[in-house]
């Protein structure tokens, strides 16, 4: 059963850091393409970081290039993004999602997210 479980969301300043967590069961994560999306309150979901499955390439979004790190840790099938000089159009729920074939059922699997909020 694919799970994941999203965590280190909270409330930071504009200009501060938080490093998000997301712990994979089900499956490795080494194993696939991962993915970290993101969504702000009225707007679609957003793809923020695409790690490669070999984990040797990683894309950002324009917006966050320079200012989020993605990486994994296999011995805790966890992937994680490090968010700095964070910003208030940051705030969303963010999600990871490793990249399942199209026809694979798994890939409507989608964990509780974790909450970010940026605000002075």
């Known amino acids: 059963q694919v799970q994941y479980v999203e965590s280190g969301g909270r409330l930071v300043q504009p200009g501060g850091s938080l490093r998000l967590s997301c712990t994979a069961s089900?499956?490795?994560?080494?194993?696939?393409?991962m993915t970290w999306y993101r969504q702000a309150p009225g707007k679609e979901r957003e793809i923020v970081a695409v790690?490669?499955?070999?984990?040797?390439?990683?894309v950002y979004r324009d917006t966050v290039k320079g200012r989020f790190i993605m990486s994994r840790d296999s011995d805790n099938n966890t992937v994680y993004l490090q968010m700095d000089s964070l910003k208030p159009e940051d705030t969303a729920v963010y999600y990871c999602?490793?990249?399942?074939?199209?026809?694979?059922?798994?890939?409507?699997?989608w964990g509780q997210g974790t909450q970010v909020t940026v605000s002075s």
């Open positions: 089900g499956f490795t994560v080494t194993n696939y393409a």
């Open positions: 999602k490793a990249a399942w074939p199209k026809s694979d059922m798994r890939g409507n699997i």
């Open positions: 790690m490669s499955r070999a984990g040797d390439n990683v």
